[in-house]
């Protein structure tokens, strides 16, 4: 079983600096459609041995391990609502658009919609809970 198994983690993986074969044939296209090296992504090891990441609850993507790189975990995934808690948004709900890891502060934050909308401003952790 992966040590990456039930965690999460940045896929560290382009098009022009990995090899292809890290990505499962099958998945190859949908991944590349969505990938960005900042996504956050959820691990889980299959009945099979393989791995698979999530960027919402329904997706997921056969990869390679030697690309998965862990980062604090986080609940949320792509596609949750979720209750605002402080700011200028406060009380609001809002749907996740993007979980992301912030390199300089170390931590995952998100972009969320509203009314059609993913605002500019990035969410962390604290400053949000399920709805």
């Known amino acids: 079983m992966s040590s990456f198994d039930g965690r999460c983690g940045r896929y560290i ?32 090891q299959t009945a099979d041995g393989e791995m698979k990441i999530f960027f919402d609850r329904q997706r997921g993507y056969g990869v390679n391990p030697d690309g998965f790189s862990a980062v604090d975990y986080t609940p949320y995934y792509v596609g949750d609502k979720v209750g605002v808690l402080n700011g200028s948004k406060v009380g609001q709900v809002g749907v996740i658009d993007a979980v992301g890891w912030h390199v300089n502060d170390g931590k995952v934050f998100f972009f969320i919609e509203f009314e059609g909308r993913v605002s500019s401003r990035r969410y962390w952790e604290s400053d949000i809970e399920p709805s």
Do not use: M, S
Not at 15 to 36: G, M, S
């Open 13 to 44: 993986w382009t098009k022009d600096t990995r090899p292809r074969e890290w990505i499962l044939e099958a998945d190859y296209e949908a991944f590349v459609a969505q990938h960005t090296l900042g996504n956050v992504y959820h691990c889980v």
